[in-house]
């Protein structure tokens, strides 16, 4: 007779503590939602990847679409390059384009796709050929300074050297 | 006068700090020996602990006691954790008006760190102490010996089913605890603040990994639980079998349990974070 409720009370806890697991690893690590079975992957060459991790979302229209799967250096042409891994629900026509971008203010880099007008739709293996690099802080801030300099030709005397990309 | 006078104070002095110098050199060589003794106790333990699983009922009437027992300790407090952390890192997020990340604070602060150090430290004030109190008290009461009188191993009879039923139970309660605290986190970030549910589950899961972060949580809890499991059972085993040897031996479980899973922790984070992501 004890050994019946001291068996019911294991059983009920071990349920208790894999039905957390489970709960840990659906609900919130969200396994199993994006096997790389079902996704097909494009590649994606970008200057400058600014914070972009591998796993970031990939996304379009602000719904998630794919995750990145990898991310290195291509060291012939000193770029990074990035590979996608996008949902097979979903494709994309062949001139689509990809930008990294920022989510909020202190949100984490993803990679917009933006649909192109080709009939032709993306496969796997395909490359994106349009891109945007993440905008770096730095770079946006001395722009802004440069740009600024060249308003006031008192302030800078009109001697600064322009930078290759300030507005004109 | 006043030279040898100067003199016996000096010697006095000296006679001090020689004592404490001592007794510090004795603590060392003392702790030194304890953690082999630990380390044999453990290979020991390992040996005998064949006939646990034979007769894996033993294993289930301590799951019961260590585990069963703390579940009500451990949802009530995994429940008010998450909602701490729910309201603190509302508080901090919205400064910088990123108050839809307090699902991923709430979920990764929980699954990574908190689940299994603060569960590990619950379970060895609250199952770690009773278990080194009742093999003390055994130990006092002569049940070893007479066990040992008998050819029953006090080994594989008391103390194996106390160890194996606490790294089982370790692992489990942990993962409840952080499943209680994610669902504090929602009741105040989604139920009372009003955060979207939706971007609360979504940005929790786009950013919660399940194999660095799940997978790591629950390994983290699990060597907490041998540790603490270690702790209890031996400092039972080796408490002076009198009233204040029991009663220091369940406070050094505690303290032990405690400086032992936190230095864990952080051995095993810094493993585990090496990699990056």
Do not use: I, Q, T
């Given at each position: 007779m004890e050994r019946t409720t001291i068996d019911l009370w294991f059983g009920a806890f071990v349920a208790a503590g894999f039905a957390a697991l489970l709960v840990l690893s659906?609900?919130?690590?969200?396994?199993?939602?994006?096997?790389?079975?079902?996704s097909y992957r494009v590649e994606a060459r970008f200057d400058n990847i600014g914070g972009l991790k591998v796993r970031a979302p990939v996304r379009s229209a602000g719904v998630t679409v794919g995750r990145v799967a990898d991310i290195h250096f291509d060291n012939a042409r000193y770029q990074a390059d990035v590979t996608l891994a996008i949902d097979k629900r979903y494709s994309f026509p062949k001139d689509t384009s990809a930008s990294i971008l920022t989510s909020g203010l202190l949100g984490e880099n993803y990679v917009g796709l933006e649909a192109g007008g080709d009939d032709h739709k993306l496969k796997a293996g395909d490359r994106i050929a349009i891109t945007q690099s993440a905008v770096v802080l730095e770079r946006l801030i001395g722009q802004f300074l440069f740009s600024k300099a060249q308003e006031e030709p008192a302030a800078a005397n009109g001697k600064l050297p322009q930078p290759p990309g300030a507005p004109k | 006068m006043p030279t040898t006078c100067g003199f016996a104070q000096e010697t006095r002095v000296l006679e001090r700090v020689r004592r404490s110098v001592a007794s510090l050199g004795h603590r060392v060589i003392d702790g030194i020996w304890r953690t082999g003794t630990v380390a044999r106790f453990f290979v020991r333990l390992l040996a005998s602990s064949g006939p646990s699983f034979q007769r894996f009922g033993l294993v289930m009437r301590e799951v019961y006691f260590t585990g069963v027992l703390s579940l009500v300790i451990i949802i009530v407090s995994g429940l008010f954790i998450g909602m701490v952390l729910g309201l603190q890192g509302y508080e901090t997020l919205q400064k910088y008006g990123s108050t839809e990340a307090i699902g991923v604070l709430v979920a990764l602060s929980l699954v990574r760190e908190l689940g299994p150090v603060v569960t590990g430290l619950l379970f060895a004030s609250r199952a770690g102490s009773a278990i080194t109190a009742e093999i003390g008290l055994m130990k006092v009461t002569e049940q070893l010996s007479a066990m040992d009188m008998m050819a029953v191993s006090p080994m594989s009879r008391v103390i194996a089913p106390r160890f194996w039923a606490g790294v089982i139970s370790m692992p489990l309660l942990a993962a409840l605890f952080s499943c209680m605290g994610v669902f504090g986190g929602y009741i105040i970030a989604v139920v009372i603040i009003g955060v979207d549910n939706g971007v609360f589950w979504s940005q929790m899961q786009a950013s919660v990994d399940f194999r660095y972060d799940v997978l790591n949580g629950v390994v983290k809890s699990f060597v907490f639980g041998i540790a603490v499991a270690v702790i209890a059972t031996f400092e039972g085993y080796d408490a002076p079998p009198t009233a204040e040897g029991v009663s220091r031996a369940t406070t050094r479980t505690v303290v032990n349990s405690a400086l032992t899973i936190l230095a864990l922790d952080l051995i095993l984070t810094s493993l585990m974070l090496r990699g990056g992501t």
């Open positions: 659906l609900k919130v690590g969200n396994l199993g939602a994006e096997r790389s079975g079902d | -």
